[in-house]
Each structure stands twice: as C-alpha cells, then as structure tokens.
C-alpha cells in the first residue's frame, strides 16, 4: 500500500483484476502460430487446429456466411501457374514435342 495524501491506495492488486487494461500486462503466452497452409497466425498451438483455414483437414474451412472470404481466396486470386495455361493446351489437344508447322505465305494479288 502507498499513501497518497489522507487516503491509502491498494497497489497490491491494481491492475489484476477484471479483464479491462490492467490484465493486458499479464498476457504472455502464445496461442496461435503462424500456419503452414494459409501463412497466417491463426494454427492454435494446443488444439493443432487452424483456425482460418482447418488445417490439418484436407479440406479447407469455408462457410456461407463467410461469402466475402471465399471470395478473397478463391482460384484466380493467385498466381495459377499450372491452370492459367490450360484453356490454350485444351484447345490445342494438349499436344508436346512437337514442332510448329510453318505457315505458307499467301500469294500476293
């Protein structure tokens, strides 16, 4: 306890009680580490749950009323090496090895 001027304050217990600004200094242990899927901080360490993403589940966490989240992490919203090609090799049958048959010139009228 210290005095301060005719009144005595508790500054035993200042700042631990309740869940306001004072139990803030208290909070040092980590909970969530970053993920290997989804490269955020949302892998709960105890659990081994993500929270954003589900991981370990082999399928990723999606729900309805997350419409705008889908959204942002849909196909198309990254860098699609393998699939931006496909629509060209499909209608070209998917061919390879082969070389490009050269094109003769149209006769000039």
Known sequence: TSEC????????KMGKKGKGTGSFGKRRNKTHTTCRRCN?????IQKSTCASCGYPSAKKRTYQWGQKEIRRRTTGTGRMRYMRDLPRRFK???QEGKQAAKKEAAPAS
Do not use: A, L, V
């Open 5 to 12: 001027g005719s009144s005595f304050i508790n500054t035993d």
């Open 92 to 94: 070209n049958g998917f």
């Open 40 to 44: 955020k901080k949302s892998f709960h």
